[in-house]
Structures are given as C-alpha cells and as structure tokens.
C-alpha cells in the first residue's frame, strides 16, 4: 500500500463558486489524484542486470582464456635471451617445407572462419524526415476551433482536450491532416488513411534515395511500420509497387507495434541484412494520424487527439564494408524490453470502440506506471553495454548492497546535516559519461520531464525531444528521427560521439539503439528543420 501510495501525487483544483443549494456562494474544491512515473532507479532487479552482462560477455571463453595464453608465452619468452630464443627456434627445431605448407595452411583457413562468422557492421547512411505542406499546419486555438466547427465533440470533450494541449509542450507549426475535421465524415477511410500514409512515404523516400544516389532496384530489405492503419496490399507492397523495386526483395511490413517500432524494424532489417548478405536495406516509420482521431466522448481515447500528428522517417541501412567511408553511424548496440505479460501492460494502451462503438486508442492511467517499469527494464539491461567501467562498478555494488540488505534501505532515508534527504540513495548511473546525445522518444512534456529527473539529465540533453515535441508533435515512431535530425542540423554531432535512441509504446514495449558517428556530421542541405532550427531552444521556451 506505502509503495502504491509513492506512485500517487495530489492536485487541489478550484470548481469556482457553487451556484445553488445549502452551500450557494461558497468556493468549491476537488482533489485530483495522477500516477506519477516510478523512479525505476530505485529498485533494480538483478536479473536484468545479469541479462546485459550476458550480452556483453557472450564470448567470455575467449576473453578468460586469450589472456591466460598470453601470459604463459610472455613467461616462457621472457625467461629466455636473445641467442636461447633464437636457437630455440632455428637452432633446435627441423622444418620441411610440407609441414610449414600445412601449417600455414591452417592458419589461414581458422582466420578465415574466424572473419566470415564475425557478423558484418550495419551502417547507417543517411535518413530523410518527412515535412508536410504548410497547409497542414495547425495551431493549438485552430485545434479546438476546427473540432468544433466539425461537430463531432461537445464543449467538455473539447475543453479537456484544450487543456492536454496546454500542457503538453506541442507548439502552434504541427501537422495534421484536414481531413479529421471534416464535418460529419468518418475520417479512419481506406482511401484517406493510403493517401495520407502514401504522401508522407513517398516523400520521405524521394528524398532519401537522391540524398544517397540510390536507385530503388538496389535494396534488398525493406520494413515499413505503421501501427493502426494496415490496409491490403500492405505499405511495404505500395512502395514496391510505386517505385517498381526488385522482385526478390525481402519487405516486411509491422503493425499494431506502437511508438518504439522504429526501433524494432531497424533491428529487423539489421538482422535480415547479416543474414542474407542483402546489402542495403530501407527501414520506413510512420503513423497515419486519421486512424488514430477519436470523434467520442471517452477522456482516456480523446488524448491521442490532443498529441499524435503527421509525420515520416525513411533511414537507409548498409552491411557492404565500402560503404563504410560514406555512412554517418555504424549501429552498436539494439536492446529490446517486452512487458506484455503483465495484463496492466498489455492494456495500457488499447484500441478499441467506446460504448457508443465508435473506434479509438484508449490510454490507461497506468500507462506512466507501466513505462516506467520497461524503462527500468531496458535500461538496466543497457548499462553494462555503454557504461563506462568505473561506473559500472559503483552502479553494481548499489544494487548488490540492496538486495543483500534490504532492511537497510526499505526505510526511508534520514536527512543529513545540511537537510538533504537524498544523502542515502542509490547510486544513480551517469549516462553522459556513456553518450555525447539523447533521442528520447517526445511523447509530452511531462514524460520527458520525468525521464530528465530520473536519469539525471540536464536540460540540454534533452533539447532534441523537447525541439521535436514542440515543432512536431508526438510523431510515434519517426520522433527519434526527428530528434537526429535536430541534432545534425545544429552540427553537434560529431567524430566517435555515441546516439541513444530510445522509444516506447504499446504492448508494453521499450527499445534502445546505439549508434557511433563514424565521421563528423556536418549540417546537411536538406532537412524539416533548416527554416527555424536557430530559433531553438529559445521558441519553445517562450
């Protein structure tokens, strides 16, 4: 009951005046209770903790053994001088040339193996983000006006929606399409939601193959994801078609993965390249937002509304090694965190019909909760990965000294001298010291604000979400790209600097990616963010 009650945090809001009855005239109150995001840092369960340094050491045999081999040599060698070891070698021992022939044979027969079952590196080439018409600009007031002028909402669905919007951190330049305020029209169509899926990927991918001077009959993977709209033929089959790829291409096309399937068909395509020796593959994310706009009067389906827009991002992937001189980034690292055993989880984030059977995505008051915990997953399965040593070391003797001693750090802390009730805490990972730049995916305001708290970020760090979030909207699973592409266009990345992507969403999912500059990025020609980008992060302060 004491750790439920932790997740919970009060708002008192003034009702106004109550106009009638005993009490007329009097002010009126109510208390809101919200979940707040768990501290996922606090408690850390070491079987996550095992699974990462079982991915970091996979070859451990190898690196218990090599160093062993190596020191009993350097032992022997070094005993001996120069005119011992040289009679050793030539003095005392007789060759033929069949046994040299062999053995060299032998060696480079084991290098050989050695090299070919060493997975090829997967580089990322370049990427394009999709940016709408301006048109299809709309502000937080056209918002609500438009959603009343379309008469599908009455004035309490439209004022909560007003109020989401307030709060959560999208400015007045987002895209969404025309189409959901149409009055009296059903805008979840088969013929809006191609059209609307077909001008964002097909932009996106205009400009990704002439960026690359790709033709489209040079890939061999494709996976396009898009979670609610999947119609038949699917995506992947219209961009075969449209661009008239190669029979034997290898496309796959994933749905209903929510907001971190960006990061899933990268780690799909990543393993269909290794496999098949394919090349080079296009990995396209996107949402349709007029299958998620909800025309009802059910708060929990009406949030969707008020955060998902337009958006598109196609990334072109290489295993070739002479694409190496050309690539951005060579992908490090991709961990994957399922929580859908949990029944809490798997509903989090549901689509479904309210009673009035009109079709929405419904957003469970557990959803913070739930994230919070596959965040807590993902990341502890990520640190032995990134974490430098030193803090791995500290990191994992926290945790230790927890679980030996729970008695010990169940109670509360007491304060310390100057009053900070914080001195007994866990030791909390730097990951600064792990990566130069944060792509988290830009879900609202409060989500990043709680990550930036827990992860003990500075608010730099978070710039790219928060530019993205406030330019973009909650773009579902192309944000992470958004966030890059803010980053380029400001030419911050550079030379060895390591990218944390990490996304969530329905399922419950959460997903990290690693990737490595291989060269300085400098600013690029094209890009959404080259019209306003120097008005970051002044803009979305103001």
Not at 174 to 188: H, I, K, Q
Not at 391 to 411: M, N
């Amino acid at each position: 009951m004491a750790r439920e009650q932790a997740l919970l945090s009060t708002e008192i809001v003034n009702r106004g005046v109550e106009p009638s009855g005993p009490d007329a005239g009097s002010p009126t109150f109510s208390v809101r209770v919200r979940r707040r995001l768990p501290d996922f840092l606090q408690s850390v369960n070491l079987k996550y903790v095992r699974l990462g340094y079982h991915y970091l050491i996979s070859h451990g045999v190898y690196l218990a053994t090599i160093p062993v081999i190596v020191l009993v040599c350097g032992a022997e060698v070094g005993s001996l001088s120069r005119d011992e070891l040289w009679r050793k070698v030539w003095g005392e021992a007789t060759y033929d040339l069949a046994t040299v022939l062999a053995f060299l044979a032998v060696l480079a027969f084991t290098i050989s193996v050695y090299i070919m079952s060493r997975p090829r590196p997967v580089y990322l080439i370049d990427f394009a983000c999709y940016k709408p018409a301006d048109e299809l600009k709309v502000s937080k007031a056209e918002f609500i006006d438009l959603a009343r002028k379309s008469g599908k909402f009455d004035e309490d669905s439209l004022a909560f929606q007003s109020r989401l919007l307030a709060k959560s951190g999208i400015g007045d330049e987002s895209y969404m399409p025309r189409c959901v305020f149409e009055p009296g029209t059903n805008c979840a169509t088969m013929k809006e939601g191609r059209a609307e899926a077909s001008a964002a990927m097909f932009a996106a991918l205009d400009e990704l193959f002439d960026k690359c001077r790709v033709r489209p009959k040079d890939v061999g993977v494709l996976v396009v994801n898009c979670s609610l709209f999947n119609p038949t033929p699917s995506l992947s089959a219209m961009i075969v078609n449209h661009y008239k790829m190669r029979g034997n291409i290898l496309s796959y096309n994933l749905g209903g993965m929510g907001c971190s399937a960006g990061v899933i068909a990268v780690d799909l395509a990543r393993d269909m390249l290794q496999a098949s020796g394919a090349g080079l593959a296009v990995v396209v994310s996107t949402e349709a937002v007029s299958f998620t706009w909800y025309a009802g009067k059910r708060r929990s389906m009406l949030i969707p509304n008020a955060f998902f827009r337009a958006g598109c991002a196609a990334v072109l992937l290489s295993n070739r090694r002479r694409d190496f001189h050309r690539a951005k980034y060579q992908l490090e690292h991709i961990v994957r965190t399922h929580k859908g055993a949990d029944d809490r989880s798997f509903r989090s984030v549901y689509q479904e019909e309210d009673k009035q059977r009109i079709k929405g995505l419904s957003i469970s008051r557990d959803l913070v909760e739930v994230g919070g915990h596959a965040l807590k997953t993902n990341i502890t399965t990520l640190g032995p990965l990134v974490l430098p040593f030193s803090e791995q070391i500290l990191f994992f003797a926290g945790v230790l000294f927890r679980h030996l001693f729970p008695s010990k750090t169940s109670a509360p802390p007491p304060p310390s001298a100057d009053g900070d009730a914080s001195a007994a805490a866990p030791y909390i990972p730097d990951f600064k010291r792990a990566f130069e730049h944060f792509c988290m995916h830009a879900a609202s305001r409060d989500v990043l604000e709680h990550l930036q708290g827990n992860l003990g970020l500075r608010d730099g760090d978070l710039e790219a979400s928060r530019a993205a979030l406030h330019r973009f909207g909650n773009t579902s699973s192309s944000s992470i790209w958004y966030e890059l592409a803010y980053l380029e266009a400001k030419g911050r990345v550079r030379r060895g600097d390591r990218v944390w992507q990490l996304a969530f969403g329905s399922g419950f999912k959460c997903n990290s990616a690693v990737w490595r500059a291989v060269r300085r990025v400098r600013r690029p020609a094209r890009s959404p963010w080259l019209d306003c980008v120097e008005q970051y992060p002044a803009r979305m302060n103001a």
